[in-house]
């Protein structure tokens, strides 16, 4: 099945952009991290806080596992940590096309400000979390992905448009 997977980092427009694209391809859209809350019956935070990062990993890749075995066409987005295992880049280019949003840090930062709701980004100052975590994850998006497309300075309708574009 060529889906359409969204990866990058919290705040790319992973969801947002997701939507939008889906709506205008007349595509059904989803979300790992809400598949994997509905599932769980609980929120992502508490899931890293109850169970820890290796188990709420595991729930990626299960959520994957899941998504292969879905017949019509989707958009999918997908958590910023998801592509960090091998195994989850694999599933993910079997799964359709994987596009890399990616974002500076300042737009990140504008982004993020105020969001409580993401384990990684938790504690301590919010530019030096996006910038590790960026350094530890640039290259494996880069990996993963088959396009890579810069969310920076683009309304949605103009950025969705543009994915449209990619895609069709």
Do not use: C
């Not at 609980?42 to 017949?71: M, Q």
């Not at 030096?128 to 300075?153: C, S």
């Not at 309708?157 to 990619?166: D, G, L, Q, T, W």
């Amino acid at each position: 099945m060529n889906h359409i997977i969204l990866i990058g980092f919290m705040g790319a427009g992973k969801t947002s952009l997701g939507e939008k694209v889906a709506g205008a391809l007349g595509l059904r859209f989803t979300d790992t991290d809400r598949l994997i809350e509905k599932w769980q019956q609980e929120k992502i935070s508490d899931i890293f806080a109850r169970r820890g990062e290796a188990y709420f990993r595991d729930l990626e890749t299960e959520t994957l596992r899941r998504l292969k075995k879905e017949k019509e066409r989707m958009v999918i987005a997908v958590g910023g940590g998801l592509p960090v295992r091998e195994e989850n880049r694999r599933l993910m280019r079997e799964l359709g096309t994987v596009i890399y949003l990616k974002a500076k840090t300042e737009t990140l930062l504008a982004r993020l400000a105020g969001d409580t709701t993401r384990p990684k980004l938790a504690g301590g100052d919010l530019r030096k979390n996006i910038e590790r975590l960026m350094a530890e994850r640039e290259d494996i998006y880069r990996e993963a992905a088959q396009i890579e497309f810069v969310t920076d300075g683009k309304s949605l309708e103009v950025a969705a448009k543009e994915i449209e574009n990619i895609v069709l």
